[in-house]
């Protein structure tokens, strides 16, 4: 999809406006999700300094639990640690694009670069840094809500 940006000073400030064809209207659901989550933070603890930092919650790629913490990677490769369980790190998350994939990982599904099934019912997921997950079959019918 392309994206095109113009001023228009009719409209107030703190107002966006999106024209799309009409045929794209049954997407206006997931644009205006997008937009609202794209500039929420995730406040997250640098492990070197042990100092709580912000960073864009679309910048996460991958939120692994670590005993009673998560570990969260960005997809510069950066990691950092959160101070909640995954169960809290999953009700939290009001963004569409995370999913649960098994019991110890939840994906942001914009950086999916490829899927594809595996042994035991289970699908391969490839990242685009390159990293590789596996979904359980417990998680597979959400899995494959979130992307279609």
């Not at 994939?101 to 490839?126: L, M």
């Given at each position: ?130 990293s590789g997950y596996l979904v ?13």
């Amino acid at each position: 999809m392309e994206i095109i940006f113009e001023a228009d000073g009719s409209i107030g400030q703190g107002i966006a406006k999106v024209i799309t064809h009409p045929a794209e209207t049954e997407h206006w659901g997931q644009i205006r999700e997008a937009i609202h989550h794209s500039g929420h933070k995730l406040v997250v603890i640098h492990p070197k300094n042990d100092r709580k930092v912000q960073i864009l919650l679309s910048s996460v790629a991958v939120i692994e639990s670590e005993d009673r913490m998560c570990n969260v990677r960005v997809i510069t490769g950066e990691r950092y640690l959160l101070n909640k369980r995954l169960k809290g790190v999953e009700d939290s998350l009001e963004s569409p694009h995370f999913v649960k994939i098994n019991n110890t990982t939840i994906i942001n599904t914009s950086y999916i670069k490829e899927f594809s099934s595996t042994d035991n019912a289970r699908i391969q997921v490839v990242l685009t840094d390159g990293s590789g997950y596996l979904v359980s079959r417990f998680y597979i019918k959400n899995f494959r809500g979130k992307l279609s």
